[in-house]
């Protein structure tokens, strides 16, 4: 968004340090100008698109011009607040995909410069050790590795979700696909300790989305199951009358505009959720 020029050259360094060089990089400007990088290995793309399209949709933009290129496999998305503090964390992804043909997903661990990892960027329910890996039900969206087949199967990121979900959409999608999720704390980004509250969007784009993730994704016996437990977690965590009105109003928004194509998961889906540790109504 061009509001990190000292993040971004911090990170794109990270990337020009690692012992495997990355064999393409492109970087959007989201709705805004950017400037020359150079010093990078790989080839380097650059695009200026003229709005700001949100996290999933700058992301696709990123992947239509990886596509056409014809020659990724493997793509790492990254915050442009994050650092690559080890220097073979890509050489680390391209065994993990190399070694399994239907990993569709790594999840990378986020922790801030401390190396505190907050309770939020742990994949599990109640997990408490952020350093226990292996197969999970999502992954954070700040620093992940995606199988490009595996896109070419599930679909790209939902860009009308604009903030917020993005990551569980696309998760629900490549688990009732057959697609592997793994949860890789070994592979790090380094990021600034944060509150997703800290967006003036956040409450009302979180219900909205919540709402449109049930209908898009979910069996319809579990649609009111999973918003009814959602709106009791939220009048108990909430403490802002305002944050509460907004998020109501988000809720509302969610029912009456569509949120896109419904395509509910198996119940097969649902049970393998569930023996993860994570049924999709938590």
């Known amino acids: ?46 695009i200026e698109v003229d709005e700001n399209l949100g996290c999933p949709g700058g992301r696709n933009v990123a992947l239509r011009r990886l596509r056409e290129f014809g020659d990724v496999d493997v793509v790492v998305e990254l915050d442009d607040d994050g650092l690559l503090v080890d220097c073979d964390v890509l050489r680390k992804v ?47 969206g700040g620093a992940h590795a995606l199988s490009m087949k595996m896109l070419a199967e599930t679909g790209d990121w939902p860009a009308e979700f604009f903030f917020a979900h993005e990551e569980t959409d696309l998760a629900w999608r490549a688990a009732d696909a057959g697609w592997t999720i793994r949860y890789e704390p ?26 449109w993730l049930t209908r898009r994704r979910l069996p319809l016996p579990l649609v009111p199951v999973h918003l ?3 709106i009791a977690l939220t009048l108990l965590r909430t403490r802002s ?7 109501f109003g988000g809720f509302v928004e969610g029912i009456r505009e569509s949120g896109g194509e419904r395509r509910p998961m198996r119940w097969r889906t649902v049970w393998r959720l569930a023996r993860l540790g994570r049924p999709p109504v938590i």
Not at 108 to 128: M, S, W, Y
Not at 191 to 210: D, E, F, G, L, Q
């Open 1 to 46: 968004m061009g509001n990190r020029p000292v993040e971004v050259d911090a990170l794109l360094a990270s990337v020009a340090k690692q012992d495997l060089a990355p064999e393409r990089i492109v970087i959007v400007g989201n709705g805004c100008p950017l400037p020359e990088f150079t010093g990078l290995p790989g080839e380097v793309t650059t």
């Open 94 to 140: 391209r065994d993990l995909y190399a070694a399994d043909p239907r990993l569709g997903i790594v999840g990378f661990r986020i922790a801030d410069e401390n190396g505190e990892t907050q309770r939020r960027h742990v994949p599990r329910l109640g997990a408490k050790d952020p350093m226990r890996g292996g197969p999970v039900t999502g992954f954070l």
């Open 186 to 211: 070994e592979l790090l980004l380094q990021h600034p300790k944060t509150s997703p509250a800290r967006h003036a969007i956040y409450y009302r784009v979180t219900a909205r989305n919540r709402v």
């Open 241 to 247: 009358v305002g944050g509460l009105r907004a998020w």
């Open 228 to 230: 009814g437990v959602w």
